[in-house]
């Protein structure tokens, strides 16, 4: 295994590690899954270098949006849930309560 790979297989296991095991509160949860896509996405990104092919280096824009769209639509809810709860404490959320 090269030590590219290692330092990327790290990064993931890391930030799942971190989500897996932090769950207090809800922003330290979306930086673990930002982490999460900036290390799939440098890894995307340094296959499609490697592989010289026109089909594969669409694949880090791809996920780059999808990252973006998750970082936004991540943000527009702890807002929402600061607003409502008066904190982002994910213990204090009910999902059966509206």
């Given at each position: 295994?090269?030590?590219i ?77 600061t ?16």
């Amino acid at each position: 295994m090269s030590p590219i790979h290692f330092i990327l297989s790290s990064t993931f296991l890391l930030s799942l590690t971190g989500l897996a095991l932090n769950r207090s509160h809800l922003l330290s949860a979306l930086i673990c899954l930002e982490g999460m896509m900036l290390s799939l996405f440098i890894a995307t990104s340094l296959w499609s270098m490697t592989m010289t092919s026109l089909n594969c280096s669409i694949m880090p824009m791809i996920l780059l949006t999808f990252s973006a769209c998750e970082a936004s639509s991540g943000l527009a809810l702890l807002v929402a849930t600061t607003r409502t709860h008066g904190s982002d404490m994910l213990k204090n959320l009910n999902l059966l309560q509206c």
